[in-house]
Structures are given as structure tokens and as C-alpha cells.
């Protein structure tokens, strides 16, 4: 079966940095996804990646290893805005989209 | 602001009732999807549709259909509402579907809860 795996809940301080981990078992892969999704909010698209490495935007980093089935979310500088569940979705090999449970993002002053 | 809109924002409804969630977006995309979310799940694909007159079964379509008469408009209809059916749905499109699709778009969400 499909499996996208990811912390339930994390904890972190305001201006501190937070690496949210995604790893993945599918069925083929075409690229990885990242949402921010604020509490009874709609989810909002983060970023992108369908090659290894790092790809920077801003305060969020994300990057992927195809070889390791893993991927993480990079926030630096906290702020208490970000306090939000993040979600990795992978698409698979018939350009579906397999998604994670999300990962709830606590942050303390 | 152009966007996803999704009707209503929140229902209560009695089991074996028939209830379509509504869909409409303005930003002229092709493809348009209905996610369900329930608590720690993932997001689970329920329908969607590639382009206006086609549709397609996700992960999780039972008790549910849906129609894209328009590019715009992409109802989905619990024929027979039951209690495993509450949930929060979305609504998402994006420009294309399958191998060129990018970014989701979701609407802010439907809590249905079915008693």
C-alpha cells in the first residue's frame, strides 16, 4: 500500500527554526507537495519538489531525497503565525495525490 | 476575489437524507477534485474531473457522485447520507489534472455532520 508518513505534533519557539519530516512509500512518484492548513482553514500550497535537493522560499525550505523516500519542510525565524498543521502529499504513479496526516505545528513565545 | 467558493459552510443532516455540497470556481481551471478530511487522516480523494464532461473515482467514492456539466461548477451528491459520511469536505481545482497538474486550490471547506 501507499504510506506517507509524518510527526503528528511538534512543539517549537518563536523565532527558533523547525524541520517537519515527510517520508513516503508509493507507487512510483511524481513530485511532493507542501500545505500550511490553519486550523478550520482551507489548505494554502507551501511548495514543490520533483528533484533532489533544496528549494528555498523565504522563510520555508523544502527538500527531497528520491532515493531515500523523504522529504522535510524547513521554517526559520518562528513566527506565531505559522502555528498550523503542514501537510505532505506525494503524487504517485498515476498522478494521484497521496497525503499525510499533517503535522501540527505548535508554536510558544 | 477569484477563488474557490463551496456551499454551505456547514450542514447538519439526518441520515438517508440526499444532500449536494456545491462547487464553483472562477479561475477557469481544468481540473476540480472533492477531498474528504477527517481527524487524523489524510486528505482522501473522493471524485474528480480532468476537464468540463468527465469525471473520475478516487480513493474513497462510495455514497457519493458527482457531475461537471461546466468547466466552473462540480457538485458532489450523498445520495443516501450515513453517520460514517460526517466529515469536512473540499473542494480544490487546479489548471490541469494527471501529469501537468500543479497546486491545489481548496475552497474554505463544508463540515457536514450526519446524525
Known amino acids: 500500500g501507499q504510506n506517507i508518513d509524518q510527526p503528528t505534533e511538534m512543539t517549537a519557539t518563536e523565532g527558533a527554526i523547525v524541520q517537519i519530516n515527510c517520508t513516503y512509500q508509493?507507487?512510483?512518484?511524481?513530485?511532493l507537495f507542501w500545505y500550511q492548513q490553519h486550523a478550520g482553514e482551507a489548505p494554502t500550497f507551501l511548495s514543490y519538489?520533483?528533484l533532489d535537493g533544496l528549494e528555498e522560499k523565504g522563510r520555508f525550505s523544502s527538500f527531497l531525497s528520491r532515493s531515500k523516500g523523504y522529504s522535510y519542510l524547513l521554517l526559520k525565524e518562528l513566527q506565531m503565525k505559522d502555528s498550523a498543521s503542514y501537510l505532505c502529499?506525494?503524487?504517485?504513479?498515476?498522478?494521484?495525490?497521496?497525503w499525510g496526516a499533517g503535522t501540527k505545528l505548535i508554536i510558544k513565545p | 476575489i477569484a477563488g474557490i467558493t463551496q456551499a454551505p459552510t456547514s450542514q447538519i443532516l439526518a441520515a438517508g437524507r440526499r444532500m449536494t455540497l456545491r462547487c464553483t470556481q472562477d479561475?477557469?481551471?481544468?481540473?476540480m477534485y472533492w477531498y474528504r478530511q477527517d481527524l487524523g487522516l489524510g486528505l482522501r480523494l473522493i471524485h474528480y474531473?480532468?476537464?468540463?464532461?468527465?469525471?473520475g473515482k478516487g480513493e474513497v467514492p462510495d455514497g457519493y457522485s458527482v457531475s461537471r456539466a461546466n468547466t466552473d461548477d462540480f457538485p458532489l451528491t450523498l445520495a443516501s447520507a450515513v453517520p460514517s459520511q460526517t466529515s469536512v469536505y473540499f473542494c480544490?481545482?487546479?489548471?490541469?489534472?494527471?501529469?501537468?497538474?500543479?497546486?491545489?486550490?481548496f475552497g474554505e471547506g463544508s463540515r457536514l455532520t450526519v446524525l
Open positions: 480544490a481545482s487546479s489548471e490541469s489534472g494527471g501529469a501537468s497538474g500543479g497546486e491545489l486550490f
Open positions: 479561475m477557469r481551471h481544468n481540473a
Open positions: 474531473s480532468n476537464t468540463a464532461g468527465t469525471t
Open positions: 508509493t507507487s512510483g512518484f511524481n513530485g
Open positions: 519538489n520533483v
Open positions: 502529499a506525494v503524487r504517485d504513479m498515476n498522478y494521484q495525490l497521496i
